[in-house]
């Protein structure tokens, strides 16, 4: 199984901070990573696919690049409701794997 | 617009099989990847595998030949068994199509 390491697990942040959460895959997956965001007691929320094709409805301070092992989701100045928790996964390797979450708090 | 409610029991009795039916409403389930992804409570998703329209599926071998998906497209639904659950398989079950619509979620306990 291909192993995809989130980083960090937690990030304290303040409104109006640009933010980044990385994921390392432990192998070549090319650009077949989404990122995902929940909130409590919610369903997660695509917003990114492909590495950095936005979802439809998602807020442009919202961006993913990367490609090959190494990811990074970046929030350009943040909101009071991206605090959440968020995670990537990998879809070029069955099964696909999830990241293992990053909860975004408020400082 | 497309929407997902996994329905089911809530609580599964250790060794018995947890069974899942994911509605679909406001489109066809034909052409479609379903997705299972599950989230035991406080943990991270897990990806438990998909059922294409026509019945094709991909399993999590995590899962060691435990699950089964069908889709029943008279009734525009995808269904989840989980054979032999233990404790292990508590968990909110998410149906996802593609992995853009979700569903709410359903809270199965495993617990005599």
């Known amino acids: 199984d291909i192993q995809v390491t989130q980083s960090p697990s937690s990030l304290s942040a303040s409104v109006g901070d640009r933010v980044t959460i990385t994921c390392r895959a432990s192998?070549?997956?090319?650009?077949?990573l989404g990122w995902f965001q929940q909130k409590p007691g919610k369903a997660p929320k695509r917003l990114i696919h492909?590495?950095?094709i936005l979802q439809s409805g998602v807020p442009s301070r919202f961006s993913g690049s990367g490609s090959g092992t190494e990811f990074t989701l970046t929030i350009s100045s943040l909101q009071p409701e991206d605090f959440a928790t968020y995670y990537c996964?990998?879809?070029?390797?069955?099964?696909?794997?999830f990241g293992q979450g990053t909860k975004l708090e408020i400082k | 617009q497309v929407q997902l409610q996994e329905s089911g029991p809530g609580l599964v009795k250790p060794s018995e099989t947890l069974s899942l039916t994911c509605t679909v409403s406001?489109?066809?389930?034909?052409?479609?990847?379903w997705n299972w992804i599950r989230q035991p409570p406080g943990k991270g998703l897990e990806w438990l595998g998909y059922?294409?329209?026509?019945?094709?599926?991909n399993y999590n071998p995590s899962l060691q030949s435990r699950v089964t998906f069908s889709v029943d497209t008279s009734k525009n639904q995808v269904s989840l068994k989980l054979t032999s659950v233990t404790a292990a398989d508590t968990a909110v079950y998410y149906c996802?199509?593609?992995?853009?619509?979700w569903g709410q979620g359903t809270l199965v306990t495993v617990s005599s």
């Open positions: 059922i294409y329209s026509t019945g094709r599926t």
């Open positions: 996964l990998q879809h070029r390797t069955f099964p696909y794997t």
């Open positions: 492909s590495t950095s």
């Open positions: 192998q070549d997956i090319r650009n077949d």
């Open positions: 406001g489109d066809s389930i034909s052409a479609y990847y």
């Open positions: 996802t199509r593609e992995l853009q619509y």
